[in-house]
């Protein structure tokens, strides 16, 4: 399952792209300095959540907060869930998915690259929530696998195009209307390593 995504976009260019879907961002933290980089399981990464004014708000948060057991908990099953409160949209232009490689003997899996055709910059649908031991993290929500995911994996996570990013925020919107695999071809790929 996912546990690694790229978001290479600067704040600016974030901002201007949810403002071309009229969701005018609000930076309740401050002006959040996004490097581009590869995100990983516990490091922090941007999310946008509806704020109680009706706007939109940016913030830097962890990906994952513990499980009882202690592991961390990065992605969530949206199967059959509704999800009434806590819903986020999580900035990306891609992630990565790994397949053990033909050779039993090869040591590193292959690494994928996915991004969303014809788009700069998409968002995957999340779940935030304040956790005691980590603060505010948020976490990915997984569906079935569509036709561009089946060759890499048995799950994928729920990626929303730009049309999508306010009905995700809208929880009037059952989950379910969103919370599936984009029509085949909707993804890109390519092999990293």
């Known amino acids: 399952m996912c546990n690694l995504y790229t978001q290479s976009k600067s704040v600016d260019e974030v901002a201007r792209l949810f403002s071309a879907v009229q969701m005018p961002l609000s930076f309740p933290d401050g002006l959040p300095n996004l490097q581009a980089k590869d995100i990983a399981i516990t490091d922090p ?5 509806a704020n109680d004014g009706g706007g939109f708000d940016l913030v830097v948060r962890r990906w994952s907060w513990p499980a009882p057991g202690g592991k961390p908990v990065f992605n969530f099953r949206s199967d059959g869930r509704e999800f009434a409160s806590g819903r986020c949209l999580i900035p990306a232009d891609g992630f990565y998915e790994f397949t053990k490689p033909p050779d039993p003997k090869a040591r590193r899996k292959h690494k994928w690259l996915f991004t969303l055709k014809d788009s700069p910059m998409f968002a995957i649908a999340g779940l935030w929530r304040t956790d005691a031991q980590v603060g505010e993290a948020f976490t990915m929500l997984t569906t079935e696998p569509g ?6 994996h048995n799950r994928q996570i729920v990626v929303l195009p730009p049309a999508d990013f306010g009905r995700w925020l809208d929880p009037s919107v059952p989950a379910g209307e969103l919370c599936r695999p984009l029509p085949a071809g909707s ?7």
């Open 147 to 152: 036709e561009d995911i089946k060759p890499y």
């Open 187 to 193: 993804l890109t790929v390519e092999q990293i390593c």
């Open 45 to 49: 990464g941007p999310i946008v959540r």
